[in-house]
């Protein structure tokens, strides 16, 4: 019976070792918050990326669209080939040689890249490692889920990179307003390519506005809405257009033209971007923000009765309103529905805006000063 009884033991064993041999591969766990989700193998295939580069006087990084291999790391691999320089022969690289990063990690939206130490000895200019940074942050942030990039050197943060470009904390893709350079040999390059039926797109000023958009900072998915177009007429000999821009619910206006004459076989190219709002400065120290609902206003002495949201002690404390008065020269902007995203969030654009535009019953958001005055304002008019 003991004989028995041991066989029975040491069969059981045999089988539970057979079909338990799947338990000797790792264990795939679920990613903790915040970590990204790691394949353990390269996915097959090409995947289109966004990288830029500088034009020929070092003015402007310009997005270049490349076909490479499916890689489980995409952000590393899209650093790797931003390091390695551009395919177009009008754009130049501005990353130094010979440079490879130690790790590249994303981790809650923003992407860690850690260079070695002797970085900062490789660059020729702060120009090119200005130039070199932005087109760091806007290639990583073409991606989803990417909204910032984190620079480390030997894994630490640095102050500065090479000059005085700050590197200490997150760098964000921004908008910038003014004029946008353009290359007058690469303007004959492209229109050459448009001979071959390359690059058809440069024909619409719409589409230019959309994709040579991401020279300024925009994204394909931001809005974009045609709002003016004229042929060369006798006040000007160049066609010209203009398209709205929303990003990141900020309206913008892109001016474009044709450089190369106009008719419809002709380029179109960004001549500026213009914000249509003006910048609401941060808060400073003992300012506060408040909302609420207007219940009266005098228009002459500048003064709102609000009905506010979100009372709270600290508030009662300051004795924040009912009555507001408005800063002659306060910043007011207004908010307005343009539309809904595809899962059903409305989507808004904010312009600035005059006292008149206010109207009873409207939300308001305020920056109050110290001394309890508001010096911006927000009409919520949706």
């Not at 003015?59 to 890689?71: A, G, H, L, S, T």
């Not at 923003?110 to 970085?119: A, E, G, L």
């Not at 913008?252 to 500026?272: A, F, H, M, N, T």
């Not at 899962?343 to 009873?360: H, P, R, S, Y």
Request: with cysteine; hydrophobic share 40%; aromatic share 8%.
């Amino acid at each position: 019976m003991k004989k028995k009884h041991k066989l029975k033991i040491f069969t059981t064993l045999f089988v539970l070792m057979i079909f338990s041999g799947c338990s000797l591969r790792p264990i795939e766990e679920e990613p903790k918050p915040g970590q990204p989700l790691i394949s353990p193998t390269p996915k097959e295939g090409t995947i289109e990326i966004t990288l830029y580069f500088s034009d020929d006087k070092l003015m402007e990084v310009i997005p270049e669209e490349r076909q490479v291999e499916k890689d489980y790391n995409l952000e590393k691999l899209i650093v790797e080939q931003l390091l390695n320089g551009p395919n177009d022969e009008t754009l130049r690289p501005v990353w130094p040689r010979g440079l490879n990063p130690l790790t590249v990690e994303t981790i809650g939206g923003i992407t860690y890249v850690n260079f070695p130490r002797d970085i900062n000895y490789k660059f020729e200019s702060e120009l090119k490692s200005s130039l070199a940074v932005e087109s760091l942050v806007k290639s990583l942030t073409e991606l989803p889920g990417i909204n910032a990039v984190q620079i480390l050197i030997e894994g630490k943060k640095q102050h500065f990179l090479y000059g005085n470009v700050n590197i200490l904390e997150p760098l964000y893709r921004q908008v910038k307003v003014g004029f946008i350079y353009n290359s007058s040999l690469r303007n004959q390059k492209l229109q050459q390519r448009i001979e071959k039926g390359k690059e058809l797109w440069r024909l619409d000023p719409l589409e230019v506005a959309k994709r040579d958009g991401r020279i300024a900072g925009f994204k394909l998915t931001d809005d974009f809405k045609l709002k003016f177009k004229a042929d060369q007429n006798l006040n000007s000999m160049v066609s010209t257009a203009v398209v709205e821009a929303v990003h990141q619910e900020k309206a913008y206006e892109i001016r474009l033209y044709q450089p190369l004459g106009s008719g419809e076989e002709k380029i179109w190219v960004i001549d500026s971007v213009v914000a249509k709002f003006t910048e609401i400065a941060p808060l400073k120290e003992n300012e506060q923000r408040i909302t609420g609902h207007v219940m009266e206003f005098d228009k002459e002495k500048r003064i709102i009765t609000m009905d506010r949201e979100y009372k709270d002690v600290l508030d009662e404390a300051k004795k924040v309103g009912p009555k507001i008065f408005v800063l002659p020269d306060a910043v007011i902007h207004i908010q307005e529905i343009i539309g809904k995203s595809e899962n059903g969030k409305i989507k808004l654009k904010e312009v600035d805006a005059k006292f008149d535009d206010i109207n009873l019953g409207e939300k308001v958001s305020m920056v109050l000063t110290k001394d309890r005055k508001a010096r911006a304002l927000i009409i919520h008019a949706y």
